[in-house]
């Protein structure tokens, strides 16, 4: 969930953050679009996308796709709770409903049923 963030320069980085800055007041945030370029840039950026999609007459949607009881690294659904509450929180998302954005938590299947799956 969490990355290295965004590594944009230049031109490339001036239009991510003209779309962060708009994502952030249209939901109605203070424009912090530089907050929004740290390790949880990817759902800021996917955050950012749904809307301009969404400007744009398409239906899109966000699912947070979650797995849990993975036995090759699990993570609990507490454990996910938390994750998506610091990436709220990071990103100043806390008191907001973000409209069109979801989670799904499925538990995971062990690998060797996908083996024979082409």
Same mark, same amino acid.
């Not at 929004?36 to 899109?60: C, I, K, P, S, T």
């Not at 990071?90 to 083996?115: K, M, N, Q, T």
């Given at each position: ?44 950026? +996917?955050? %950012? ?5 969404? =400007?744009? @007459?398409?239906?899109?949607?966000? #699912?947070?796709?979650?797995? /849990? ?11 996910? +709770?938390? %994750? ?5 929180? =990071?990103? @100043?998302?806390?008191?907001?409903? #973000?409209?069109?954005?979801? /989670? ?13 799956? %082409?």
């Amino acid at each position: 969930m969490a990355s290295g963030g965004s590594k944009a320069a230049g031109s490339s980085r001036e239009r991510i953050l003209d779309a962060m800055s708009g994502t952030q007041a249209t939901l109605g945030l203070e424009t912090e679009p530089e907050r929004w370029l740290g390790r949880y840039y990817q759902f800021a950026n +996917r955050l %950012a996308r749904m809307g301009w999609l969404r =400007e744009h @007459g398409v239906d899109a949607w966000l #699912l947070h796709l979650l797995f /849990v009881d993975d036995p090759h690294g699990s993570t609990s659904r507490a454990e996910w +709770r938390e %994750a998506i509450a610091e990436l709220h929180a =990071e990103l @100043g998302l806390e008191e907001r409903h #973000l409209a069109h954005v979801g /989670v799904a938590v499925l538990p995971a299947l062990e690998r060797s049923l996908f083996a024979n799956a %082409a």
